[in-house]
């Protein structure tokens, strides 16, 4: 089992940063690719940024791109999501998300693992 806990959220006006972290247990990890998600009020979950076992690959969302980075730090069993610019939109509870598979995953079916989540709250 691997256990996800995220932390880094809060409150921020628009035009603000914030960087979410997302501890992971478990010796595996290194051959883990990751995801975060995120889900706002009466919206589905939707995939923001994902990042292949060793960094090589990465995928945004369109909405987020050039604003986010998502990093993997394999030394520490952690992924950082780093969020510039932020607007209202981006209000959200953001998911960590772990897959037992080495290459990107794009829905939320191709993750093992999840986290309990982290509010981000943008306020304009």
């Known amino acids: 089992q691997v256990q996800l806990i995220e932390s880094g959220g809060g409150l921020v006006q628009a035009g603000g940063s914030l960087r979410l972290s997302c501890a992971a247990s478990g010796r595996t990890f290194m051959s883990y690719a990751m995801g975060w998600f995120r889900q706002a009020t009466g919206k589905e979950r939707e995939l923001v940024a994902a990042i292949s076992w060793n960094g090589g690959s990465t995928y945004y969302a369109d909405s987020v791109k050039g604003r986010y980075t998502i990093s993997k730090d394999n030394a520490k069993n952690t992924v950082y999501l780093q969020m510039n610019s932020l607007k209202p939109e981006d209000t959200a509870r953001y998911y960590c998300?772990?897959?037992?598979?080495w290459g990107l995953g794009y829905t939320a079916f191709d993750y093992d693992y999840w986290g309990q989540g982290s509010q981000v709250t943008v306020s304009s």
């Open positions: 998300a772990a897959r037992e598979r």
